[in-house]
């Protein structure tokens, strides 16, 4: 199974050998596209699959009004079930990036499928359990999934919260992304994909700083998903090929984002 990649200089440095030593031998010259959370030796490093699912995830949560609690829960789930992968297979008939199952009525296997319903089903278990937002994460995590081992949520809390933290809006510019080669722009699904997630919205201005940078990190996330090579707010700028936030002259603070060029066919 493809994992998250995690912490230590020592680790990434064996992670970018494994992914990028094959390239780097043939003598290709491009950068493999990635994500990367936070700075130096603490960083994690994700693909853009991982990130784009935990995206997700934070985004149904906000435009469901729920606590950024919520969204460390969710997320240290799908990090222990699918290592947020969107998975078509899994324990007896559990699918997606929850390892649901369809025969204990949480949807359909295509709805399931759809990262987004199963965060919505996800946080729907979540919110009937009393006192859930004063659970510990992994507890409540284990309210919802009843697994098997229930103590394996907790080896994820630190990155899930840290996750949370950045897709939430909670900090600035905690996750970026990088890819050399953009794929074909989709100009409607994007939308599409960002109204049912972040909610109607998620375009408006004089929305709140975590507001925008939610926003902001959703478009990030799901750069390489949909062509995105540049996201602006509140005087930051990344690009898809630098894969860093930096200083922008823009004089705008609400997102906004600018997609490759249209390749002929």
Same mark, same amino acid.
């Given at each position: 199974?493809? &994992? *998250?990649? %995690? +912490? =230590? #200089? $020592?680790?990434?440095?064996?992670?970018? @050998?494994?992914?990028?030593?094959?390239?780097?031998?043939?003598?290709?010259?491009?950068?493999?596209?990635?994500?990367?959370?936070?700075?130096?030796?603490?960083?994690?490093?994700?693909?853009?699959?991982?990130?784009?699912?935990?995206?997700?995830?934070?985004?149904?949560?906000?435009?469901?009004?729920?606590?950024?609690?919520?969204?460390?829960?969710?997320?240290?789930?799908?990090?222990?079930?699918?290592?947020?992968?969107?998975?078509?297979?899994?324990?007896?008939?559990?699918?997606?990036?929850?390892?649901?199952?369809?025969?204990?009525?949480?949807?359909?296997?295509?709805?399931?499928?759809?990262?987004?319903?199963?965060?919505?089903?996800?946080?729907?278990?979540?919110?009937?359990?009393?006192?859930?937002? &004063? *659970?510990? %994460? +992994? =507890? #409540? $995590?284990?309210?919802?999934?009843?697994? @098997?081992?229930?103590?394996?949520?907790?080896?994820?809390?630190?990155?899930?919260?840290?996750?949370?933290?950045?897709?939430?809006?909670?900090?600035?510019?905690?996750?970026?992304?990088?890819?050399?080669?953009?794929?074909?722009?989709?100009?409607?699904?994007?939308?599409?994909?960002?109204?049912?997630?972040?909610?109607?919205?998620?375009?408006?201005?004089?929305?709140?700083?975590?507001?925008?940078?939610?926003?902001?990190?959703?478009?990030?996330?799901?750069?390489?998903?949909?062509?995105?090579?540049?996201?602006?707010?509140?005087?930051?700028?990344?690009?898809?090929?630098?894969?860093?936030?930096?200083?922008?002259?823009?004089?705008?603070?609400?997102?906004?984002?600018?997609?490759?060029?249209?390749?002929? &066919?």
């Amino acid at each position: 199974m493809r &994992r *998250l990649l %995690v +912490s =230590t #200089a $020592a680790v990434a440095a064996v992670a970018v @050998a494994g992914t990028l030593g094959v390239r780097a031998l043939i003598g290709a010259t491009s950068t493999a596209p990635g994500c990367t959370l936070g700075h130096g030796p603490a960083a994690v490093t994700l693909e853009p699959e991982q990130a784009a699912d935990a995206s997700t995830i934070a985004a149904v949560a906000l435009r469901l009004g729920l606590p950024n609690h919520a969204v460390t829960i969710a997320l240290a789930t799908a990090l222990q079930e699918s290592k947020l992968y969107n998975l078509d297979y899994g324990d007896r008939d559990s699918l997606g990036v929850f390892q649901q199952r369809p025969s204990q009525g949480w949807g359909d296997p295509a709805q399931l499928l759809n990262p987004a319903y199963a965060a919505g089903a996800f946080y729907s278990h979540l919110t009937r359990i009393p006192g859930w937002d &004063r *659970l510990p %994460v +992994s =507890t #409540a $995590a284990q309210e919802v999934q009843h697994s @098997a081992d229930g103590s394996a949520y907790v080896q994820w809390e630190e990155e899930a919260r840290a996750l949370a933290r950045a897709l939430t809006g909670e900090i600035d510019a905690g996750l970026t992304c990088q890819f050399d080669h953009a794929p074909q722009p989709r100009s409607g699904a994007l939308a599409t994909a960002a109204t049912a997630q972040l909610g109607s919205g998620w375009r408006d201005r004089d929305q709140t700083r975590a507001r925008d940078w939610a926003t902001a990190e959703w478009l990030v996330a799901h750069a390489y998903v949909y062509g995105v090579v540049q996201v602006d707010v509140r005087g930051m700028r990344w690009t898809s090929g630098s894969g860093r936030w930096r200083p922008s002259q823009s004089s705008a603070t609400a997102p906004s984002y600018r997609l490759a060029p249209v390749r002929s &066919r």
